[in-house]
């Protein structure tokens, strides 16, 4: 990890770094590497809570496997906000890089369901950065695309961006909280990756659709030789040990500005 991450272990002996949600992308201008990645940042003035940060790292080679030699630098440290969480990077057509990711301001919240439930709610934004061609350093200020509405419960988190082949950007997030039922996935679009975007009337995958609970946390590939994107997600299943998170997956379709989930033929 960078210098700027929390050492250690906790009372627990797990890594007080507490790295998570990491997101990699090649690099167009050399081919190399990115891992972005958020982790506990090490900071005295805000001692009640352990705030994340968001941070990346290089690959040594031409390899996704790494090695990967971390900056210490921070990307995005708004720790008076909550932190910063979730980072996911979208190269558009035109091979500009942004990087989006979810400022965690329920992670200063009053209480409650994710921390965020009982009034006042904090705000928990998704930023949208536009970064210079060597992926690492912000050009410009960040925006905001997206915010939590009642709707949406205590937080969204979880932001990816895809553009269709009829050049409509779409933004995934998840919205409720991952150990309530209420957590699931939804997602907005724009004809501009900046924005503005607009929600869909009803989510893609909550509680209950396919027998799952608490779906969430959506990542897409393109499958490109048939239209389709490959998803990955999770669930909260039953395991001896307790109620955990599984892996599914799944495919989906665009039409318009709607998303189709796909059924294919077995």
């Known amino acids: 990890m960078g210098n700027w991450v929390r050492k250690g272990l906790n009372e627990n002996q797990n890594p007080r770094a507490a790295v998570w949600a990491p997101a990699v992308m090649k690099r167009p201008s050399d081919g190399k590497f990115i891992m972005y990645y958020s982790a506990a940042v090490e900071n005295t003035t805000y001692v009640a809570f352990s705030s994340h940060c968001i941070g990346a790292a290089i690959s040594e080679t031409s390899s996704p496997a790494g090695p ?6 921070t990307i995005s440290c708004p720790v008076a906000e909550g932190g910063a ?11 500009s890089i942004y990087l989006a990711w ?28 536009k970064m210079m061609a060597d ?7 960040d925006i905001t695309i997206l915010d939590r509405t009642d709707e949406d419960g205590p937080l969204v988190e979880a932001p990816v961006i895809v553009r269709s082949t009829e050049g ?28 503005p975007y607009t929600r869909a009337k009803k989510p893609l995958l909550k509680t209950g659709d396919f027998n799952l ?40 379709r665009f039409n318009g500005t709607e998303v189709l989930l796909v059924k294919k033929k077995v």
């Not at 990967?68 to 630098?73: C, H």
């Not at 969480?85 to 091979?95: A, E, L, R, S, Y």
């Not at 992670?107 to 934004?125: A, R, Y």
């Open 102 to 129: 979810k400022v965690d301001g329920n992670n200063i919240g009053h209480g409650g369901v994710c921390k965020n439930s009982e009034h006042p709610l904090i705000p928990t934004p998704i930023k949208l950065q």
């Open 213 to 252: 609970t608490a779906p969430g946390s959506i990542g897409l590939t393109d499958m490109e030789e048939d239209g389709t994107y490959g998803m990955v997600f999770h669930a909260r299943v039953q395991a001896p040990y307790g109620k955990v998170r599984a892996m599914y997956t799944s495919s989906i």
């Open 135 to 141: 992926g690492v350093t912000p050009d410009g200020q």
């Open 85 to 95: 969480i979730d980072p996911t990077p979208f190269i558009d057509t035109d091979g």
């Open 68 to 73: 990967y030699l971390p900056l210490n630098t």
């Open 168 to 195: 409509i950007y779409f933004l995934f997030f998840s919205s409720g909280c991952t150990r309530d039922p209420s957590y699931d996935v939804k997602y907005a679009w724009a004809n501009d990756v900046r924005g």
